[in-house]
């Protein structure tokens, strides 16, 4: 039970947006898909999806070929920045229409989330503001009940307060009824306590894909004089530096040995997003 893509490749005329890529969603995941701004995030979900169609290379469904298979597509869900309702809808009859397109759709549980949200199901699509076009989004996602639930920017335009409670209720939602779960999103601080794995993807090609646990173990910062910072990280792997002053900080990847770290030197561990603004800078 997994998604499998194989070897996919997708050009905009002459912008290459994917390149030869290959990964695979396990089933009762919960994943990070994070890049920079036209990474070939979006495409890459899109392609899964059939909403576009790679120029090579195929996604597996469950072992089988996603193309154009009604099958294979009935098991995935993919909240995305655009809504495809029609915006004269109702949210009421957003949640109908949606069962009568994944029967296992969760009408009573979508009615719950619209309470814990506050938002008005009587309301038309049209009347939402971009915080609530979000939140609807969220509650059809998380009701469908799909083997594999793929969420595109699902936090756009949500304060912080809504932002924990999709968080919670989606921990919970996965405890409870097992899935997989891709989150792409930019708020790669907010999500690093929820996503088990991380896949990060640099312009158009998979540069990481390991557990979150794995890759936050891979990398330090050392922080200092910029003359002993300079000389400790010579022959180390360094993604990046900054300096301010007579001071510099330097971000290594690989496993330090404390006991030959100079006077004078901090040590410390880097975060998932500090990980990925030095791995994924030009």
């Not at 009408?107 to 009347?127: G, H, P, W």
């Not at 998380?142 to 595109?152: A, G, I, K, Q």
């Not at 900080?249 to 030095?278: C, H, R, W």
Request: hydrophobic share 40%; aromatic share 8%.
């Amino acid at each position: 039970m997994s998604i499998e893509v194989k070897n996919i490749s997708k050009n905009f005329g002459k912008t290459c947006a994917l390149a030869q890529v290959s990964l695979t969603f396990e089933e009762n995941k919960i994943y990070g898909l994070l890049g920079r701004n036209g990474a070939g995030k979006t495409t890459l979900l899109n392609i899964i999806t059939n909403r576009i169609f790679a120029d090579s290379g195929e996604v597996l469904v469950d072992g089988m070929p996603s193309k154009e298979n009604d099958e294979a597509l009935g098991k995935i869900y993919l909240m995305s920045e655009k809504t495809y309702y029609p915006n004269s809808l109702k949210i009421s009859d957003v949640f109908k229409w949606t069962k009568e397109f994944y029967p296992g759709f969760d009408m009573e549980y979508a009615d719950k989330l619209a309470e814990i949200f506050e938002l008005n199901t009587s309301k038309k699509i049209k009347s939402l503001s971009t915080g609530y076009n979000s939140i609807f989004k969220v509650i059809v996602a998380l009701s469908v009940n799909t083997p594999y639930v793929l969420l595109d920017e699902p936090v756009l335009g949500l304060d912080a307060n809504h932002r924990d409670v999709f968080y919670r209720l989606l921990l919970k939602k996965y405890g409870n009824n097992p899935s997989t779960f891709v989150i792409s999103t930019h708020l790669i601080e907010e999500v690093s306590n929820v996503i088990e794995d991380v896949i990060i993807i640099k312009k158009g090609q998979i540069i990481r894909n390991e557990s979150t646990a794995e890759l936050m173990s891979c990398g330090y910062t050392v922080s200092g004089k910029a003359s002993v910072v300079d000389e400790f990280i010579k022959g180390k792997d360094v993604i990046g530096a900054d300096s301010i002053g007579g001071l510099k900080s330097a971000y290594i990847i690989g496993q330090v040995d404390k006991k030959n770290v100079p006077e004078g030197l901090e040590i410390t561990k880097m975060d998932l997003q500090k990980l990925f603004v030095q791995l994924t800078n030009a």
